[in-house]
């Protein structure tokens, strides 16, 4: 695991995420036709802009990642048929495209968390995997009210 | 006569010498409110709302008892003034206990005069019942069936045992018109020379129609369906509102001059831009048509669909032929709706899977029993996965789901339990999840990020100024009775619009309300004796499981009479002519902006033909003066002081005094509903009640 050799490294990969997932989502609002989902999406782009520049405030300053707590994972994105992103796409297919996203992140790091020796670095993946669980969470809930309420 | 001269809100006025403010400035046209002050009675001064300032003086003056002196600079309506007078409202409206309007009407979403037309059932006088509907609300009879009843969940009916049956009284005074031919139609200005396209016959779209008609504004409406109801005719099944309800409904606001142009769609027969071209404003009640997707694998298979596409297709063809082992997904009245339409289709069995627990299901308590008694079975706590072939069935996996611990907002959310996957094998599967609107077909118009029409709440205007829209395409798959009353608002709306008018929609005057059930005084139930309420007649479920017929019969005319009579007629005798809600409304007074205790409850029943409610009286000492100057018979004193200040004595004792001939004016003069004749009836929307304030 020569690329995480230190926390620092690590961060500068989590960074790149975060930066990897304001493009994404940036990049999503501007193939959305209707501008109010458009404005959704951007919103979005400046959650994942909040979460990177917290991890560069904890390496610059060395804090700690903070994320306390166990997050539930109602996996209801796991079950759905993914989509593609398109100019037609509604609220409930970004919505399923954001679940999808974060659940990649959220396993990356946990995976990830498995692979590594380090306690340091463990420790710092299983929260990294924290945070982007509770990002997922937040789009589950959403999902979950506005989509499922019937069902 | 010598003429003083004055500055009056900036501008050169007159007056004769020893007049005073109040009658000047009246004379000059400016509204100058007031409670105390009568033309035939001493100036009392002690309402004070009247104030108003005189420069040079530090506080404001009562204008009943102030005279115009030479170059006196008066303002009646400057920001301190009215500030003045608000305060003063919301002064009397702290401690003030009383209902304007009965809590149901403003809880019903179309507002119709609930204790009006009850009222009238209950006298027998079923025709005018219905017209008092229909002039307030087009589908009385479909409403009176399907209505989700927010009105009942605020009757006060149930301090006493239970909530009137409002809703089923609705569909009695509908069916009554029909049982006896007759035809209720509703009041209609004479035309203004405007079309409107409206876009959708649904109840929203149904609604609009109906209202701008009444205007006086032509109508045609176009929708892609080949015939007019919306859901409501191709979502709700015909057990629960039979068809031909909806077509004499229809009928009516064909009559009042709708032309209805059915299989047209909007984005492929005509555009918007076609309508707006062709037509002085476009009213679009689109509805949600489309299904929201489960979303998992295997749900575009044969045999697997939405819940509306289903009962959308029975409604065109009650033969058309469905398996005998059927699953609904969902928990909403549409997956009840589905579930009870496949059995009367012949199904055998019928569940619905449902990922949380009972209690959590959106759909209607009565309609899941209803389901259930039926034979339905129920599936709770279980999600569906996948779905696939199996033969000539299909196989749906489910995981179980168990509720997980109360979050922030204190829900228990679902969750799946791993490796609890099981399978059911079925031969259709109907997902009645949901249902999402598609305005695409509509460009121009800035949509929410739901994809909903973004319009305005209280006038259905969108970002288009000629484009109007309301009902489950502005706000998501909602209610009927809320389509209608969007409808009602954006008809409004429209006619303000067409008549070069401020576009406002419906607003409605000041209420007061004795608040929730629970700070309703204890008096006000006490007085009523229990009687429970008429239960509905319905087929039993052995009956009724298997056709189309139906379910709830209907109120006989014995029935309805008794239900009706059950009726408190909550609401205020004075509510049209109250002064203090008048003001309040002019001055947008509120209640509780000074906290405080509430007066006590007290009515006074003694007398026989007039009621004091001590709780209403704003002590404007009105009803003292009258009996004094004019009655010359002073039976009536204030007792206490200020805020403590109460009439007395109790009337019984009093009126002895005053002739019978007389006691009618006394209730006139108290300018709210302090002192009524029992004789009156309570608040209600006179018939034709918006008609007649647009002539004013
Ligand atoms: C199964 C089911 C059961 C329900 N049960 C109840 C109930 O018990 N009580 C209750 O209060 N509510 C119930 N509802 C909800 C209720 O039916 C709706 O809230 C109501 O019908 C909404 O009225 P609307 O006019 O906004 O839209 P809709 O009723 O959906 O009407 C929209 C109309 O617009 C037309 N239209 C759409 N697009 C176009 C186009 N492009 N061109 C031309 N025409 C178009 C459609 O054909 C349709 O006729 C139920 C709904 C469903 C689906
Ligand atoms: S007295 Fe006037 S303000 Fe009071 S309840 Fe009656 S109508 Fe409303
Ligand atoms: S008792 Fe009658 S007036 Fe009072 S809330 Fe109920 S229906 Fe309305
Ligand atoms: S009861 Fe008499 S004092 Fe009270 S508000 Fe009416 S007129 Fe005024």
């Known amino acids: 695991m020569e690329k995480f050799e230190s926390v620092e490294a690590v961060l500068d990969f989590a960074i790149e995420r975060e930066q990897e997932a304001v493009d994404f989502y940036e990049g999503l609002a501007e193939q959305a036709d209707n501008a109010a989902l458009e404005k959704t999406l951007t919103a979005f782009a400046r959650v994942e802009a909040g979460h990177k520049q917290k991890l560069i405030v904890a390496k610059t300053y060395g804090a700690v990642v903070e994320s306390r707590g166990t997050v539930v994972d109602m996996k209801v994105g796991d079950y759905l048929v993914p989509v593609q992103a398109g100019p037609n796409m509604t609220l409930q297919d970004a919505l399923i495209i954001a679940m999808k996203r974060e659940k990649a992140a959220m396993d990356m790091y946990t995976d990830l968390a498995a692979i590594v020796d380090d306690s340091d670095l463990n420790a710092l993946f299983t929260k990294l995997a924290r945070e982007e669980a509770t990002h997922k969470l937040t789009f589950e809930t959403s999902y979950e009210e506005n989509f499922l309420s019937e069902n | ?696």
């Open chain 2, 1 to 696: 006569m010598s003429k003083l001269t004055f500055t009056l809100n900036g501008k050169p006025a007159e007056a004769s010498a020893g007049e005073t403010i109040l009658d000047a400035a009246k004379a000059a046209g400016f509204f100058i409110p007031t409670f105390c002050h009568r033309e035939d009675l001493k100036p009392f001064a002690s309402c004070f709302v009247c104030a108003v300032e005189v420069e040079g003086r530090r506080s404001l003056v009562p204008s009943c008892s102030t005279e115009v002196a030479e170059g006196m600079v008066v303002n009646t309506e400057n920001e301190r003034v009215k500030g003045a007078r608000k305060t003063c409202l919301d002064l009397l409206l702290s401690d003030h206990v009383g209902d304007c309007l009965g809590p149901c009407m403003t809880s019903c979403p179309a507002g119709i005069d609930i204790p009006g037309f009850v009222s009238h059932i209950a006298k027998g006088e079923d025709q005018e019942s219905l017209k008092l509907i229909v002039d307030n609300m087009p589908l009385a009879g479909c409403l009176g069936r399907v209505c989700t009843r927010p009105c009942e969940e605020a009757c006060r009916r149930q301090l006493v045992e239970e909530p009137i049956a409002i809703c089923q009284l609705k569909r009695f005074a509908a069916d009554q018109a029909i049982a006896n031919g007759e035809e209720v139609e509703p009041a209609k200005l004479p035309g203004i020379g405007k079309k409107v396209a409206v876009v959708g016959a649904g109840p929203s779209g149904l609604a609009a129609a109906h209202f701008l008609l009444m205007f006086g504004i032509d109508c045609t409406v176009f929708d892609a369906h080949e015939a007019p109801g919306g859901m409501i005719r191709y979502g709700i099944p015909s057990y629960r509102l039979p068809r031909d309800i909806i077509d004499g409904e229809v009928a009516v606001i064909e009559k009042l001059g709708a032309e209805f142009k059915y299989n047209t769609r909007l984005g492929q027969d005509i555009t918007l831009e076609q309508l707006r071209e062709e037509y002085d404003a476009v009213f679009l009640g689109l509805g949600a048509q489309k299904a929201s997707g489960m979303r998992t694998p295997g749900e575009d298979l044969p045999g697997v669909e939405s819940g509306i596409e289903f009962l959308g297709k029975v409604s065109r063809d009650e033969t058309l032929p469905i398996g005998n082992n059927v699953i609904v997904v969902g928990g909403g009245n549409t997956a009840i709706d589905a579930a009870r339409t496949a059995l009367r289709m012949g199904a055998d069995e019928v569940t619905l899977v449902y990922r949380r627990a009972r209690e959590q299901m959106p759909a209607w308590a009565e309609e899941i029993d209803a389901a259930l008694d039926e034979g339905v079975k129920l599936q709770t706590l279980a999600a569906p996965v996948k779905i696939e072939q199996a033969g000539d069935q299909l196989e749906m996996t489910c995981i179980r789901m168990e509720l997980g611990e109360p979050d922030a907002s204190g829900r228990r959310r679902p969750m799946p339990v791993e490796g609890s996957e099981f399978t059911m094998t079925v031969d259709n599967i109907i997902a009645a999840i949901g249902q999402n609107v598609d305005a695409t077909m509509a460009p121009g118009l800035e949509l929410t990020s739901w994809g909903s029409i973004d319009a305005n709440e209280q006038t259905g205007q969108t970002s288009v100024e000629d484009v109007f829209s309301g009902g489950d395409c502005v706000t998501g798959a909602d209610i009927a009775v809320n389509a209608v009353a969007a409808g009602r608002r954006a008809a409004f709306a429209i006619n303000q619009f067409l008549q070069g008018e401020a576009v406002v929609g419906d607003p409605k005057g000041y209420n007061h309300s004795m608040g929730a059930l629970d700070e309703v005084p204890a008096d006000v139930p006490a007085a009523f004796e229990k009687n429970n309420r008429v239960p509905m007649p319905h087929l039993d479920a052995g009956q009724r499981a298997k056709t189309f017929e139906e379910v709830e019969t209907g109120f006989t005319e014995e029935l309805a009479r008794a239900e009706a009579a059950r009726c408190m007629e909550c609401g205020c005798r004075d509510a049209h002519e109250c002064s203090l809600r008048d003001f309040a409304t002019r001055y947008d007074a509120r209640a509780d902006r000074f906290g405080g205790d509430r007066r006590e409850y007290r009515r006074d029943d003694s007398h026989a033909v007039l009621v004091y409610e001590e709780h209403k009286c704003i002590q404007c000492g009105t009803c003292v003066r009258v009996c004094d100057e004019l009655l010359k018979s002073p039976c009536l004193g204030f007792a206490g002081r200020g805020f403590e200040a109460r009439i007395k004595p109790a009337l019984d004792r009093a009126m002895v005094l005053i002739g019978d001939e007389d006691l009618p004016s006394l209730a006139e003069y108290c300018p709210v509903g302090a002192l009524t004749l029992k004789t009156d009836p309570v608040a209600t929307l006179e018939p034709e009640a918006f008609l007649n304030t647009k002539e004013d």
